[in-house]
């Protein structure tokens, strides 16, 4: 198998990976970037970006993303396609196997291959992906103001997205599968108490239907039961929070990370368990996964990793 050696590896081209390759690049370490299974990480899919400082007109998440790579690419970062399929963390220089062709050894790794939010599966889901469909209530939940929308969940981000997106849109149901929200005694109180968030209990999501956006879902009242009962609701946004998938499953043998999978870093830093090892964006943050607290991560990653080398000279 193909083996090459490289000083920064990052993976993950999400705004944490690409901020950390711009702070590298900056600081001639000629960082070597993956871009993963989705380039451009999550924001790629969505349309319209209105909350990153500097863009006061807003962005398409494509565009921001693009000229992120760029400006990465201007300092020297080597972005490449390719995916990581397997690590060995276990000695130095690092080992990560690429597209399970190619070994790529590295004396800093940097893993910035976020999360990726649970879907219900259901066609429409694809269908209507930035038209009216979101897994992110405080990315989107603005261009819904005044409008009705949907929240699936019952947990406590099913219950904060819903509460969110009750100061903005005129009505807000919440689809809920059991006949209880799972979430906090507090939670619940706060959304039964919001006057515009009506509980649609033991309810299941069917579909979605509407022209070219969302417009109304399809739902099953109380499935598998004698009382079952199809009923439809106009909505003109759908967002899903029933959680998110860290994609660290490929570090885990060797990065510590919580009962989901986020990894760990120590707090107020991006280090790992692993000296050499860092972690930025949404995949060491269970809490609040936006774009602008991912770079922010990026950056540390970045310093962090500078100042890891620097030491290894000096010792």
Not at 22 to 47: D, F, H, K, S, W
Not at 233 to 257: C, M, R, Y
Not at 273 to 282: A, E, H, Q, T, W
Request: charged content about 20%; some cysteine; glycine content about 12%.
């Amino acid at each position: 198998m193909n083996i090459e050696k490289v000083k920064v590896l990052i993976i993950g081209s999400g705004p944490a990976g690409y901020t950390a390759a711009i702070y590298l690049g900056r600081a001639n370490l000629a960082p070597v970037l993956y871009e993963g299974l989705q380039p451009g990480g999550q924001l790629t899919i969505t349309t319209e970006i209105e909350n990153f400082p500097g863009y006061p007109e807003g962005v398409s998440g494509w565009e921001m993303m693009s000229q992120l790579r760029v400006q990465a690419e201007r300092f020297g970062t080597n972005v490449r396609a390719g995916i990581a399929t397997k690590a060995d963390l276990s000695c130095y220089p690092f080992k990560i196997t690429i597209d399970d062709n190619k070994i790529i050894e590295t004396e800093v790794l940097i893993i910035a291959t976020g999360a990726t939010a649970k879907y219900l599966g259901l066609p429409d889901e694809q269908k209507y992906a930035g038209s009216g469909v979101s897994a992110c209530a405080t990315c989107d939940g603005f261009f819904y103001k005044g409008l009705d929308v949907a929240v699936v969940g019952g947990g406590d981000t099913a219950c904060e997205e819903a509460i969110y997106l009750s100061g903005l849109c005129n009505k807000v149901y919440m689809i809920v599968r059991r006949n209880e929200l799972r979430a906090s005694k507090v939670m619940r109180n706060r959304v039964e108490t919001a006057k515009n968030i009506e509980v649609l209990w033991e309810h299941q999501t069917k579909g979605l239907f509407g022209e070219g956006v969302v417009q109304g879902a399809v739902l099953w009242k109380k499935k598998g039961t004698p009382e079952e009962e199809e009923v439809n609701i106009k909505i003109d946004g759908f967002f899903l929070a029933i959680g998110h998938q860290p994609n660290s499953e490929v570090f885990s043998e060797f990065i510590d990370t919580d009962s989901i999978g986020y990894i760990k870093t120590i707090p107020g830093s991006s280090k790992t368990n692993i000296s050499g090892v860092f972690s930025c964006g949404d995949v060491q943050d269970p809490v609040y996964r936006q774009a602008v607290t991912a770079a922010g991560s990026g950056c540390m990653a970045a310093i962090d990793a500078e100042r890891w080398l620097n030491e290894q000279v000096t010792l």
